[in-house]
């Protein structure tokens, strides 16, 4: 797919719902489970200012949201919406929040995705990641795959 033109900024309050819709496409299981909390946590993460959105032509077409674990930043979620897939997007918002990292002195950035999302476990390594670790039963019955990148 062709480059989008868009634009990588923090998200603004307004744009809560938007972020929590995409959560939900992403991990419909587990919104189903975890409704209050899912909310909750996005709503805290565009309140810390931890939480980047694409935006373009006036819609919000993908978002990340980071927390921090060991002095690092932790991607918790990260989503693009369909038709904006494989266009640099995901790759955008990966550089913006490491160059926020950066900023706050963090010196590596750690994600994880379930191990039979082929297209995230392609994404990552991509990206620049590399597969550190594996936590079985992570999210109830799927395992997920471990991945740092250090931040120069």
């Not at 620049?128 to 594996?134: A, D, E, I, L, T």
Request: charged letters at 35%; hydrophobic letters at 35%.
């Amino acid at each position: 797919m062709d480059k989008i033109s868009c634009k990588i900024r923090l998200a603004e309050k307004k744009e809560t719902a938007d972020c929590i819709k995409m959560s939900r496409t992403s991990w419909p299981d587990w919104w189903r489970k975890n409704e209050r909390s899912g909310k909750r946590h996005i709503a805290e993460c565009v309140e810390a200012k931890r939480c980047l959105v694409a935006e373009s032509d006036r819609e919000i077409i993908a978002f990340v949201v980071w927390g921090n674990l060991w002095s690092k930043i932790h991607l918790q979620d990260i989503f693009v919406k369909e038709k904006y897939r494989r266009s640099g997007i995901g790759k955008s918002l990966i550089e913006k929040a490491i160059e926020i990292a950066k900023k706050n002195g963090h010196r590596e950035i750690i994600s994880d995705c379930d191990v039979g999302n082929k297209a995230s476990v392609f994404f990552h390594l991509k990206n620049g990641f590399k597969k550190c670790g594996y936590i079985k039963n992570n999210w109830g019955s799927e395992s997920s795959y471990v991945f740092s990148r250090e931040i120069s």
